[in-house]
């Protein structure tokens, strides 16, 4: 831990000397990105650099972060607003989470990841590849990262998922830019997929980056034509206990929003905000009881039965869904569910449509999503 003395002195010097702080925003802007299902994040173009807002998803009033966005081969601007400063493109960083570790290979841009956390939860091939020939490292629990590899592998960006009254231990201590992605906490699926546009001007490849989008924007409104001759909604509640709590998606979640553009009635779409919402067992048993459809995702080396399901907890079989054998489960150990529906709603909307309705959808075969057995 000798290192980080005089490697925090170096670095919190050359910060000081680069953040110069001003009235925001005080040059011409030239140009504002129209996002357009995203509510999180805002772009803005000066002529020296690129002013990203990120949103406070807890509070809509403030922002959660400002980065400034300023290219590699151009010198600092003076007068800049107050924000954190990232030289574009990145070229070497840390990831701490599989979906963003994802977007970044979706991009084109997994050789500049140099280490990852958690790496047991990713799939990406390229990325496990580059794990097996030690081009990028395992820097640990992303709790509590390992903070001398990052020093010595020289680590110039983190990104990770920001969650409410929580903070980042001693990588913040580092000075190391931390890009805080909240796209989790979007309401709507394209708007989590809009993300993507963020992502596009810290590697500088804008126009890939909306290709991508758009690709996935015209095929998930092309699905929600397909269910526009749907004549019937069924009735459709989500998971299953973890420990005391039953955690289901809430009324705005994007989750809700995808049983709605696919053509069910969610259950428990009254509840308000866009996270998780933990109930009693008793209480989803009294809402979902007579539910047609019942979605489940596990982990399991193997797909899961009704046998398993009920082995597991055995009210679970009072439910008519399970008692009509309605069940459909997605087994996150075997496909990359959590890897491809943030960039791919239009996937997972697909097979909701199917789940559904199967009539619209004769031919269809699911990327996730199977009849329990």
Not at 19 to 28: F, L
Not at 58 to 66: A, E, G, P, V
Not at 143 to 155: A, F, G, L
Not at 227 to 242: D, G, L, M, W, Y
């Amino acid at each position: 831990m000798k290192k980080i003395v005089p490697f925090l002195f170096m670095l919190c010097f050359v910060l000081s000397c680069n953040t110069k702080q001003g009235n925001y925003p005080k040059d011409v802007e030239l140009l504002s990105d129209t996002i357009r299902y995203a509510k999180g994040f805002a772009i803005h173009h000066y002529k020296n650099y690129i002013a990203v807002d990120i949103r406070d998803p807890w509070d809509s009033t403030k922002l959660l972060q400002r980065y400034l966005l300023i290219s590699r081969n151009k010198p600092v601007p003076e007068n800049l607003p107050k924000g954190t400063i990232v030289r574009t493109p990145i070229r070497n960083l840390v990831v701490y989470t599989s979906v963003h570790a994802s977007i970044i290979d979706q991009l084109q841009e997994t050789n500049k990841i140099i280490g990852v956390c958690e790496s047991r939860y990713i799939s990406t091939p390229t990325i496990q590849k580059a794990l097996q020939n030690g081009q990028i490292v395992d820097m640990g629990e992303s709790t509590s990262p390992n903070i001398e590899m990052m020093i010595d592998r020289k680590v110039e960006v983190v990104i990770a998922s920001p969650f409410h009254n929580s903070s980042y231990g001693p990588v913040e201590n580092l000075g190391i830019p931390i890009i805080e992605s909240a796209d989790y906490m979007e309401p709507l699926p394209l708007g989590r997929t809009e993300w993507i546009r963020f992502y596009g001007v810290l590697f500088e490849k804008e126009k890939m980056a909306d290709s991508i989008f758009r690709a996935a924007e015209k095929h998930y409104m092309d699905l929600k034509k397909v269910v526009a001759s749907a004549t019937t909604r069924p009735t459709v509640f989500a998971e299953k206990k973890f420990g005391q709590s039953w955690y289901v998606p809430a009324g705005d979640s994007y989750t809700a929003n995808l049983y709605k553009d696919a053509g069910a009635n969610y259950i428990f779409s009254y509840l308000q905000g866009a996270d998780a919402v933990p109930l009693t067992f008793e209480t989803v048993y009294d809402k979902a009881i007579h539910a047609d459809l019942w979605l489940i995702k596990y982990n399991l080396n193997q797909d899961m039965t009704y046998k398993d399901l009920k082995t597991e907890y055995a009210p679970y079989a009072n439910f008519d869904a399970f008692t009509n054998h309605h069940i459909f489960g997605c087994n996150t150990g075997i496909v990359p569910y959590y890897e491809e529906f943030p960039l791919h709603p239009d996937y997972l909307l697909a097979d909701f449509i199917w789940i559904f309705h199967p009539e619209l959808m004769p031919d269809y075969t699911p990327w996730y999503y199977k009849k329990l057995q």
